[in-house]
């Protein structure tokens, strides 16, 4: 028999390893769909430990599984590995320093998200082959989370059908396991086609496509006030027609990002954002062309799986940091304008006032040094996650691991910055082990699965429709 402890010497030897992995998807940023250095880097790293490595999965080029074992239970372990633009940055500085300007780099932490995800691979891997039992452990390389929803395009070929769960983690500030939903979205293009013309000198020939463009956002701004009050409707011009003010716009496009908890309540919000699109282009005698970009779904925590999870969040030890990891972490979390409120999503989970006591007495560390209380939700979060849709194909349970400094900021200059420090590097093995660890639980107690997949069915039934038409194709909006 191999036990936890174990599994977690494997990861602790292999550090080096899985390190300079991530710091080489640190190095070459890519965003959604495009990033084929970072894919073949961990592709190599699977290869390198055993698995069948399978390429161009759901025929998207960066997308691609390794996979271990036979049998059953099947345990898919997720990864990512996009960036992000206009956030590129020199590691272990304190201050704003792009490395280049406007390019890109990786915000949200994915460089240690597909590592730490490989390291949990790799470990349930080992411990398949020393054991021989049966179970086969599916590591999916899922690109474009970043605006991309690459996991949703995967769902819908049916990539997970076969899993009978998906264990994944995010880098955050915090130890925890995320529970709650997260906003459904759908992300649109909305292109409006005019009459280019003199401004002054014949302006009544014109027919301008960025007036259509202004009105459509003025009529989803009043909409604001008539949708449920968890809904966001973000937008940017992503086309303003030109740059002579002189000239009548002949062109002009605006990009969409719809969320609301449910997909269907996201579906009613984006028929009525069309309409208010096609009345701008009545009103300024335009033609409007809408383009469904991409979607995801409203996530669906498993309380069963979130238990096991958090199990071994306690038992397996938190990361030690040395006196530079908090100095460092100190002079980032300075270099935070504004710092918000605490422990939000907790909040917005449910935590009770005694649970909010007690993470509240931490505030003033560099470091979130500690595991969270587990706390069950059903209410959503802020965000969106693609995870969603392969949650409402299996029981999907994930964790956050602090491999940023208190207050660190998603999506920002500070994130890439730790992105190869000594923090993020421990952070993300610990939540390798987590998830190994979790996912020995569940081949060790077959019980424990059945819950899950029990309550999993309970929700939704085997309910999943893939909010992305057939016929939609992925596609980056960034850069």
């Not at 049998?71 to 990864?79: A, C, D, F, Q, S």
């Not at 960025?210 to 009529?219: H, P, R, T």
């Not at 937008?235 to 062109?251: E, F």
């Not at 194909?393 to 420090?421: E, M, R, Y």
């Amino acid at each position: 028999m191999m036990n936890k402890q174990a599994l977690c010497d494997l990861i602790d030897r292999k550090a080096d390893f899985l390190n300079d992995l991530s710091d080489r998807i640190w190095d070459h940023p890519e965003l959604a769909f495009g990033e084929h250095i970072s894919a073949k880097i961990l592709m190599g790293g699977l290869l390198q430990e055993g698995f069948r490595v399978e390429k161009n999965v759901a025929e998207i080029e960066t997308a691609f599984l390794g996979r271990y074992g036979y049998g059953r239970p099947v345990i898919g372990i997720l990864g990512e590995f996009d960036a992000l633009t206009g956030l590129s940055q020199e590691a272990g500085c304190a201050e704003k320093r792009p490395l280049n300007e406007g390019g890109y780099g990786h915000g949200c932490g994915h460089n240690n998200l597909g590592v730490g995800s490989l390291a949990a691979a790799i470990a349930i891997k080992e411990y398949l082959q020393v054991t021989g039992k049966s179970g086969t452990v599916i590591y999916y390389g899922c690109p474009g989370e970043e605006g991309g929803s690459g996991k949703t395009f995967m769902a819908r070929e049916g990539v997970f059908d076969e899993l009978d769960c998906a264990l994944c983690w995010h880098p955050s500030t915090v130890n925890s396991v995320i529970s709650g939903s997260h906003l459904a979205n759908y992300q649109i293009l909305y292109s409006f086609q005019g009459v280019a013309a003199h401004a002054a000198g014949a302006p009544h020939l014109g027919r301008s496509a960025l007036d259509a463009v202004e009105l459509m956002n003025i009529g989803v701004n009043f909409l604001r006030e008539h949708v449920v009050q968890e809904a966001r409707m973000h937008y940017a011009i992503v086309d303003a027609g030109g740059k002579s003010p002189n000239v009548v716009q002949p062109k002009a496009q605006v990009l969409y990002l719809l969320r609301a908890p449910k997909t269907s309540q996201v579906q009613e919000i984006y028929e009525r954002v069309n309409d208010i699109a096609k009345g701008a282009a009545l009103m300024t005698g335009t033609q409007v062309e809408i383009q469904f970009i991409k979607a995801c779904s409203n996530t669906v925590p498993n309380k069963a799986l979130e238990k096991v999870m958090y199990k071994n969040m306690m038992e397996i030890p938190l990361p030690e940091y040395t006196d530079q990891d908090k100095v460092f972490a100190a002079a980032i979390n300075d270099s935070v304008e504004n710092k918000g409120r605490p422990f939000e999503g907790q909040r917005r989970v449910g935590a009770s006032e005694e649970v909010m006591e007690e993470l509240l007495a931490h505030v003033g560390k560099p470091i979130y040094d500690f595991v969270v209380p587990l706390i069950h939700g059903e209410q959503a979060l802020g965000g969106s996650t693609d995870v969603g849709d392969v949650s409402w194909v299996c029981p999907t349970v994930q964790l956050n691991a602090a491999t940023w400094a208190a207050n660190t900021p998603g999506h920002s200059w500070q994130v890439v910055a730790q992105g190869k420090s000594a923090l993020a590097h421990k952070s993300t093995l610990y939540a390798g082990k987590v998830l190994a660890g979790t996912a020995i639980d569940l081949l060790e107690e077959p019980e424990l699965l059945c819950k899950a997949k029990e309550e999993h069915h309970k929700k939704l039934g085997g309910s999943y429709i893939c909010p992305i038409p057939k016929g939609v194709n992925p596609r980056s909006m960034e850069g």
